[in-house]
């Protein structure tokens, strides 16, 4: 018997035509019974029901578990012992899959919402307008729809399924976020800056509008969904057998780092569902106008667990939070990604319990985070290093080979021979490059333990600086003072 129907959407005639092919197929093999048990959430395979009574709690109030129809087991729950939050999560997906209205068969309540959500979103339309026309659609609809009437009521139903984000206030000067032990403060106590805006005129405090806030989108909920979708389950199994075989490079699974991960950790390499996952962020211009200096920093999140045709494509790809503007963060974006950080670190350190929905089983999930991916001025901001100046090379740091040129008015870069083999014959030729020999060897990517080591004792002082030394007129500077001053604006320029 064919029992692929129950995974449809309750409201698609598909799934009545396999419904009542089931009930009166089942009927027939027991012998074409007029009553049997109805295994729907209110009658529980515990009481007999008519064969079309059946049917109809099946099409409309459908089924508490289909894994115990899909075994074809009438009167058995054996697939359905499922713990609390199991069974509340399955209610409210069934409130998301009821038809928009009785009869409608093309859109449940989940599809109606997203689909004017995203116009929303596309025409830019204001939650004002967006609320005037949520009105006016229910009015068209049958009364009995199940429309929602305003925005905020929509946000409430999509945040039940972890389509929401956190709102978290922060520094106007970007030196800390009010949470944690900060959570009840009303200034912040580095520069005294007010939690709430103030009025331009009066200077009035609007209190519980903030002054400045984030926008965090919890990486658990979104992980938690992804695996109660069978297919995605599967998916993200698949770097598990299908590293190479001829030592090609398709996909970072065959990396060296990735080896090296699960030498060093096997605990968490024995786990195929665990999550290896990248970071990337960089500045952006949400209004598209090239003139303007407002910068906003989106941080995403790129799953390498799936196959490299899927991992990089955008509805797997994770926005996990918004770093509001209008100046870039630079080196206070470790401000903003303490949230991300917490839940990156309760991962990997202790995991959280989630159903998957493929092996039908639940387990304790973890994560990694292996990379970060950036452009080079961007990665300056990441990982607080300079990317431009007198120290460009994040590798080289203080021995990057430098000079200023005085009539350009900015740094450039030589001794990229010595990254060469020792007797290579470019070495030796002066007169294409800056009438040198080179000689000595380039430096080596530093460890972990080494960068560690080097700023175990560093004092990281964030937020925007409190205070700034007079500038004495330019009368008064010499000519060498104002090419050091020239060299010192190249280094402190914001290539955004």
């Known amino acids: 018997m064919d029992k692929a129907w129950v995974w449809l959407p309750r409201a698609s005639l598909e799934y009545e035509q396999g419904a009542t092919t089931f009930v009166y197929d089942s009927a027939r093999k027991l012998g074409n019974v007029a009553h049997m048990f109805c295994p729907c959430i209110d009658c529980r395979n515990v009481c007999h029901q008519p064969n079309g009574t059946v049917l109809d709690h099946l099409v409309i109030k459908a089924s508490e578990c289909n894994e115990a129809l899909s075994t074809g087991q009438n009167g058995d729950q054996s697939g359905c012992d499922d713990n609390g939050e199991e069974s509340e999560f399955r209610k409210k997906l069934e409130d998301a899959e009821t038809p928009l209205y009785p009869s409608c068969l093309n859109y ?21 307008f967006f609320d005037q026309l949520l009105m006016l659609v229910h009015d068209m609809l049958p009364e009995n729809n199940v429309l929602p009437k305003s925005t905020d009521e929509m946000k409430k139903f999509l945040k039940v399924f972890g389509f929401g984000y956190d709102l978290i206030h922060a520094c106007k000067n970007d030196c800390i976020l009010f949470r944690k032990e900060y959570e009840d403060l009303v200034s912040c106590p580095r520069c005294k800056g007010p939690r709430w805006e103030r009025d331009k005129n009066t200077g009035e405090e609007k209190k519980g509008i903030p002054a400045k806030f984030l926008r965090y989108f919890p990486i658990k909920d979104r992980f938690k969904r ?47 569902r665990n999550l290896r996952l990248g970071l990337s962020t960089d500045g952006m211009n949400p209004f598209s106008i090239q003139n303007t ?75 990694m985070l292996l990379w970060s991916i950036t452009v080079y001025p961007a990665l300056g901001t990441l990982a607080g290093c300079k990317v431009k100046g007198k120290q460009a090379c994040n590798v080289c740091g203080k ?3 430098h000079r200023w040129l005085k009539f350009s008015r900015k740094h450039m870069y030589m001794s990229n021979r010595k990254r060469l083999q020792p ?24 460890s ?8 175990k004792d560093f004092n990281n002082d964030f937020g925007i600086p409190l205070s700034k030394k007079s500038k004495r007129k330019r009368a008064e500077i010499s000519n060498d003072e104002e090419i050091q001053q020239e060299e010192e604006l190249g280094e402190e320029s914001d290539l955004l």
């Open 108 to 128: 449940t309540k989940v599809s109606a919402l997203m689909g004017l959500y995203r116009i929303k979103v596309k025409s830019g339309m204001s939650e004002n």
């Open 226 to 272: 992804m695996y109660r979708s069978k297919r995605l389950a599967e998916e993200l199994r698949w770097h598990f057998t299908n590293a190479t075989e001829d030592g090609t490079m398709r996909h970072p699974v065959d990396s060296l780092t990735w080896v090296q991960v699960n030498d060093k950790w096997p605990e968490f390499a024995d786990e195929a």
């Open 293 to 367: 200096k407002y910068s906003t920093w989106p941080v995403l999140l790129v799953n390498y667990n799936m196959a490299p045709t899927k991992c990089m494509k955008a509805e797997n790809m994770m926005l996990t939070m918004l770093i509001p503007g209008p100046t870039a963060p630079s080196n206070n974006i470790d401000v903003y990604l303490q949230p991300l950080i917490d839940d990156l670190k309760d991962l990997w350190n202790e995991g959280m319990e989630v159903y998957d929905a493929f092996l039908k089983e639940r387990f304790t999930l973890k994560a």
């Open 399 to 401: 021995d990057t080979p």
């Open 423 to 446: 007797g290579h014959p470019l070495r030796r030729r002066r007169s294409w490059f800056d009438n040198t020999v080179e000689t000595g060897s380039a430096n080596r990517i530093q």
């Open 448 to 455: 972990g333990v080494q960068i560690h080591e080097m700023l």
